[in-house]
């Protein structure tokens, strides 16, 4: 059984103006969920807001003071401004994004529990995966893919996998982990992307990153699941695995140029299912708000074995047609990101650029 974790918190206006994330990523995905008929009382649970022990277990005392006394304030200092790196264009101050960061931390550590009560756990406000310690960074106040982590160390788990298939490096879970030897990182990002890290030569045993190039399609990114996700889960046979699938790794992302299909990913995450008894998928980047949010939903849909439909209801597609962006072109827009849920494939040449890489990774893992 599959479990729904999510919160009526994000209905609230987030980001402010003219920022990525702007947009009602996901308060849609649970509409369409419901839409769908995917969602009940038995499946769905509501997301618990971390307290301020919680959040200080890992994030600095004083980022987190500053972060919660700013919020009520409404208005941000220099000088906390310098030193946390919030109530910037990045990570811009708005009311009530204490709360929501707190609220994302939580749904992750329920997300975790109910994983170790054998449901795999989707979260999909999760995936915040560039929150550092002692500032944000990257859109991410508060890191909640850590507190999966550590809520499964907490029970005892010693053999632990992050698997990151976001478009960009999951650098801040990368850091928390770096000394933990019950935890593998893994994670599977576009080259010269921001945050410019987890390049080929960061790896090391324990720490795994795969950068590949611009325009990775459905076939490549295949053969990185079979050449490089499954031996890396055969080997280490991990206990439990959170993953953060990020939709900005699909192609017309705004935010990225890799080109895969919301298929491949569910692909993916249906893999990692089967090398581990617990199971946690979180949510993560996602620019383009048509192809995230079908994404999401698809992977939901897959996780809790529903048939997928050929052509949405009218009322998943009027939740669809709402949207607008400064982000993509109206003559970019195709007609199928309204009426369909699944993506063309984007199946094409697996470059012998990606082979070597996948070779260098493993050579360093052996």
Known sequence: MAVYIGSEIYRRSAFGHNHPLSYARQESVLDMCRALGWLDDENFIISPTADLPTLTRYHRSDYVAALKTSDALGSVGVDIRKAYNFGTMENPLFKGVFNRAATTIGGSIEAAKQALNGKAAFHPS????????????????????????????????????????????????????????????????????????????????????????????????????????????????????????????????????????????????LQLAKSTEHLVVLGGGGYNPWTTIRAWVGLWGVLNSQTLPKILPDKAQAILARFDSDLIDEEDRLPEWITRLEDQETPGEIREDVKRRVKTVLKVQK
């Not at 788990?157 to 478009?167: G, M, P, Q, S, T």
């Not at 991990?238 to 298929?263: F, R």
Request: with cysteine.
């Open 126 to 269: 999760g995936g915040t995966h560039h929150g550092m310690k002692d500032h944000a960074h990257g859109f991410c106040y508060f890191n909640d893919p850590v507190y999966a982590i550590l809520t499964l160390l907490d029970a005892g788990l010693e053999r632990v996998l992050y698997v990151d298939i976001d478009a960009h490096h999951g650098d801040g879970v990368e850091v928390a982990f770096l000394d933990e030897p019950r935890v593998t990182t893994l994670s599977i990002h576009e080259e010269n992307r921001w945050p410019y890290s987890g390049k080929l030569e960061d790896n090391r045993p324990g720490c795994i990153n795969l950068p590949v190039p611009h325009s990775l399609n459905d076939s490549e990114f295949a053969y990185i699941n079979d050449q490089l996700v499954r031996p890396i889960c055969d080997t280490l046979k991990p206990q439990a695995i959170v993953v953060t699938c990020g939709a900005d790794a699909i192609d017309a992302d705004p935010l990225s140029k890799m080109s895969l299909s919301n298929g491949a990913l569910w692909a993916a995450v």
